[in-house]
Structures are given as structure tokens and as C-alpha cells.
Nanobody, 123 residues
Framework: QVQLAESGGGLVQAGGSLRLSCAASGRIFRINDMGWYRQAPAKQRELVAVIDSGGTTTYANSVKGRFTISRDNAKNTVNLQMNSLKPEDTAIYYC?????????????????WGQGTQVTVSS
């Protein structure tokens, strides 16, 4: 089993910054994509940013130029630096990792989710 431990959420004023971190642990053979999603009340979960195993990044249009995703493969972590935060960024942020797990016979690929961390941006 794989666990994702998130940290860094909190309450900030508009224009402020937060840095989210997520550390993966467990029976990991390889971590493929890692990313961050968010879900605001009454809205569907949406992609914020994702980074693949080679370091290629993808961002939602709403956060381009403000957020930066990075990863440390040696530590199995992914980070999200959030700058110039806006009230509309308020949401629960979820870490996601698409993980290859080695088994006795072959491997299994599966998405894992963190429990979520609240980010609240006040005006």
C-alpha cells in the first residue's frame, strides 16, 4: 500500500504565498506522474498541476504564472509553490501519485490520493 502525506495548507491573505508538500511512502517501485488537484465547495475536483517522471509539467490555466510544481525523486516528494494567491484559489488541495508497485507476479499501476489539505485565501 502507498500513503501520501500532505502538509503546508493554511490560511493566507490575498497576494500571499503557501508551499504545499506531499511525501509518498510504501511499497513503491516507481512513481510516474505526481500532481495536485483541488476541489472547492459545490465544484468538481480539478487539476492544478502535474509533473511526470521526466520533469515535464502541466498547469491549469488559472494558475499559470503563479504556481510552480516540482518533485524530488530521491525523497518521493512533490511540492507546489503557490504565489499571488487569490480568494478563488480557496479549496481542498489533494496530492495525487500514479505509482507502480512491484508484486510477486508482475506489477500494478494505481492512482493514490492524499487526504487533502485546506487552503483558504481571504480577501
Amino acid at each position: 500500500q502507498v500513503q501520501l502525506a500532505e502538509s503546508g495548507g493554511g490560511l493566507v491573505q490575498a497576494g500571499g504565498s503557501l508551499r504545499l508538500s506531499c511525501a509518498a511512502s510504501g511499497r513503491i517501485f516507481r512513481i510516474n506522474d505526481m500532481g495536485w488537484y483541488r476541489q472547492a465547495p459545490a465544484k468538481q475536483r480539478e487539476l492544478v498541476a502535474v509533473i511526470d517522471s521526466g520533469g515535464t509539467t502541466t498547469y491549469a490555466n488559472s494558475v499559470k504564472g503563479r504556481f510552480t510544481i516540482s518533485r524530488d525523486n530521491a525523497k518521493n516528494t512533490v511540492n507546489l509553490q503557490m504565489n499571488s494567491l487569490k480568494p478563488e484559489d480557496t479549496a481542498i488541495y489533494y496530492c495525487n501519485a500514479y505509482v507502480t508497485i512491484a508484486q510477486t507476479m508482475g506489477v500494478t499501476n494505481q492512482n493514490y490520493w492524499g487526504q487533502g489539505t485546506q487552503v483558504t485565501v481571504s480577501s
